[in-house]
């Protein structure tokens, strides 16, 4: 068994992902769950993830931790954890160091390379156990080994993707440090998928809360294999959905045997989102409405069917676990940054239990998985799409006027990537309505009108995203239709911001 205690970093969970990625599959734990854990069992290595305290602020007592005598990694925080208690200097740096820095190798470690920083305190002076196996380009310890109690501890994120060499540090610390065989395979994680329908009894039903996309197809199809014709996929039409997505529901329609209902509830929705302005409010809004719109299409289906539903499926993954709420919930330490949909917008009570077979699946994950379970690939390479749709495209409150210009633009920039064979090299692609108006000339005639952005990013987990370099004349030509073909735009700009320190959606 390996344990990662998290401390709050919004990378712990990409620990899981690398560690995956070459074989291991460790467990997420906060450290009081870690200490009631112990009175029944022991790990077999633990990993201390990253986090935003400072270890001069940490009341917590370490002992039952370092006293196991097991093989330990610390990052970022977890290292400084590792420092304090076994009496290095821990302190406050004159400096931060923040994204990409270059780290010097003095050990059996990967040797000099690019790494990803997220740090202010910094560790002074390494404890007398330890040797130093890193430092930073800034002169900075960067790692420390103990392989007499097999520690290691490391000041960047050997997690995320920017660092370099990532998974042959991780590789280093569970196979040369902790001896571990590995554990984690395709089938093991198409295993713990499933297991989320062992609760279902045979006469129990499961309404499905299905959109077309990647993730909620999966999960309807993973079901499906499981509960077979006592799945039903619902599909709820809020009035925020694109073009692309009413084809593609209905291609579904005709290709599987998912038995797929479709329900027009746009009006409900955007009576609801009226003079709704604020981000959070209008995917709290959408949230809510989303599961009472569900629970009253349930009695209806009932009736018709003489069933009963006890489940709702949703195809919730890691990522909008982690950017939602803590995932250790009331013990978490790790900041929201937005509410999902499925996740921070449910309201307490609801008259249908969740199944979430995907909630622990990164996207790139979740895309292996649907090909393995036979799904056509262009169907589960699709592009994300957020669940409240353009709810969170259109920056501030909604109307009609900026719902059909944000449906065409998206439509535009959809055809033009199919037409230049860009669809498949972009991870997602996406029209931004934002409610600033700007003078422009149309007809000879000046307008005053508003501004479409174009985002596109490219990303493997969608925990980092890097902003995608397509050319000039493909912007142009994407720039030159949605000023000439859609009503009220007359300016177009292209965000060129990554994610840290942007979000990939804008709200």
Request: aromatic share 10%; hydrophobic share 35%; proline share 4%.
């Amino acid at each position: 068994m390996i344990w990662i205690i998290d401390f709050g970093s919004q990378y712990t969970q990409l620990i899981i992902r690398k560690s995956r990625k070459i074989g291991f599959n460790p467990e997420l734990m906060v450290y009081e769950e870690f200490c009631e854990r112990l009175k029944t069992s022991k790990p077999d290595a633990i990993i201390l993830s990253g986090g935003p305290s400072s270890v001069y602020e940490d009341t917590n007592n370490y002992d039952s931790l370092f006293k196991l005598k097991v093989p330990v990694l610390g990052i970022c925080y977890g290292m400084q954890v590792m420092a304090h208690f076994f009496g290095g200097v821990v302190q406050k740096g004159e400096l931060g160091e923040y994204g990409k820095s270059t780290v010097q190798s003095f050990s059996d470690l990967p040797d000099k390379i690019d790494v990803w920083m997220s740090h202010f305190d910094i560790v002074e002076k390494v404890p007398d156990l330890f040797e130093v196996v890193y430092i930073s380009e800034n002169k900075i310890i960067a790692g420390m080994e103990s392989k007499e109690k097999k520690l290691l501890a490391l000041q960047f994120h050997p997690e995320v993707n920017e660092t370099d060499k990532g998974e042959e540090i991780f590789e280093y610390f569970y196979t040369e440090v902790a001896s571990l065989q590995k554990n984690w395979n395709q089938q093991s994680r198409l295993d713990i998928c499933k297991e989320s329908f062992n609760i279902v009894k045979d006469d129990e039903f499961v309404l499905c809360g299905f959109s077309g996309g990647v993730d909620s197809l999966v999960a309807a199809q993973i079901a499906h294999q499981c509960v077979r014709n006592r799945l039903v996929c619902v599909y709820i039409d809020h009035g925020l959905m694109r073009p692309q997505d009413e084809k593609h529901i209905q291609l579904l329609s005709k290709s599987l045997d998912l038995e797929i209902l479709k329900i027009d509830s746009s009006q409900v929705f955007l009576n609801r989102l009226v003079g709704v302005s604020d981000p959070e409010g209008k995917r709290k809004t959408m949230g809510k409405t989303f599961v009472e719109e569900f629970e009253r299409i349930v009695k209806k289906i009932e009736n018709k069917k003489k069933i009963s539903f006890k489940y709702l499926l949703q195809g919730t993954l890691f990522p909008d676990v982690i950017e939602s709420i803590s995932p250790h919930k009331k013990n978490g330490k790790s900041v929201t940054i937005k509410s999902h949909h499925n996740v921070g917008g449910l309201p307490e009570k609801m008259n249908l239990s969740l199944i979430e077979p995907l909630r622990y699946m990164f996207k790139d994950e979740v895309r292996e998985i649907g090909v393995e379970i036979g799904l056509e690939k262009k169907w589960v390479f699709r592009h994300p799409f957020p669940g409240p749709g353009l709810g969170v495209r259109i920056l501030g409150a909604l109307d009609n006027e900026s719902i059909l210009a944000t449906k065409k633009s998206d439509q535009i920039l959809y055809e033009e990537l199919i037409r230049n064979d860009l669809y498949d090299d972009i991870w997602q692609a996406f029209t931004v309505f934002l409610p600033i108006k700007t003078v422009g000339v149309k007809g000879d005639e000046r307008a005053y009108e508003n501004v479409v952005c174009i985002r596109m990013v490219n990303s493997i987990d969608g925990m980092t995203a890097k902003w995608s370099k397509v050319s000039l004349s493909f912007l142009d030509k994407v720039s030159s239709r949605i000023t000439n073909e859609v009503k009220g735009i007359t300016r177009v700009v292209y965000d060129i911001t990554s994610k840290p320190p942007g979000t990939i959606e804008w709200e």
